[in-house]
């Protein structure tokens, strides 16, 4: 089945830690994008990446990275500098980066500050 | 800055009658529109998407889209208790050079379907 995974579907870190959290798609696509949701507001882009190699900040990049070394993976990582990471994060994906195909989400990460 | 507005809701509608859903949108150079429903602690899923004015149909839903005031809405006809949710409205803009630079979400209405 072709789609997008992300891993942990739950993840809890400690103060002062990095966390990785991992976004893999099947389905060829070209683009794709990392989000966070907080409870009751819409999604905010965080990066995204046009093809391999490449990628942009979006709204809310600080404290976060990412890398794009390989089409099908585009993981996020939540470093110690992101003063407030509790929050559902969201990966997505498009056939292409022009902007007029549709982004196909993966199921979530929760993210737990403890 | 891109924005995107919703009204939060909650919407509560009859079972069985029409639901709308309305957006508006700043970025005059917006190029495609997008609807996504999203259950409560699950990911969003993409309902329709339409790039011209005007109105598309597919099944229960019907997207209506009007460039020139710069609103898109999505109409649920014979609305099901499955259909409560929060309905997301996404923008996608090109940016110079092409390309594009990830959508904008509204935050969201929530609609409520009364049995």
């Known amino acids: 089945d072709g789609g997008i995974t992300q891993s942990p579907k739950y993840l809890f870190r400690k103060e002062g830690q990095n966390v990785t959290l991992s976004c893999e798609q099947n389905l060829n696509h070209d683009a794709m994008y990392w989000y966070r949701q907080d409870p009751g507001q819409g999604l905010r882009l965080i990066y995204y990446?046009?093809?391999?190699?490449?990628?942009q900040k979006g709204d809310i990049a600080e404290g976060y990275s990412v890398s794009r070394e390989k089409k099908e993976s585009f993981p996020l990582t939540v470093t110690s500098a992101q003063k407030n990471p509790t929050a559902f994060y969201l990966c997505a994906s498009s056939a292409t980066p022009t902007g007029n195909t549709e982004a196909f989400f993966g199921q979530g990460t929760r993210l737990t500050v403890v | 800055q891109k924005e995107v507005e919703q009204n939060s809701g909650p919407l509560s509608v009859p079972e069985g009658a029409i639901a709308s859903l309305n957006c508006t949108y700043s970025?005059?150079?917006?190029?495609?529109f997008f609807w996504y429903r999203q259950y409560s602690g699950k990911s969003p899923e993409l309902i329709m998407f339409?790039?011209s004015n005007g109105d598309k149909e597919d099944g229960r839903f019907t997207a209506q889209l009007n460039k020139a005031s710069q609103y898109v809405s999505l109409l649920i006809r014979d609305s099901q208790p499955s259909d409560s949710a929060t309905y997301l409205c996404?923008?996608?803009?090109?940016?110079w050079g092409g390309g594009a630079d990830g959508l904008t979400f509204g935050k969201g209405t929530h609609l409520i379907i009364q049995p």
């Open positions: 996404a923008v996608n803009a090109l940016r």
């Open positions: 339409i790039y």
């Open positions: 970025d005059r150079g917006s190029q495609s």
């Open positions: 990446s046009q093809i391999v190699n490449d990628f």
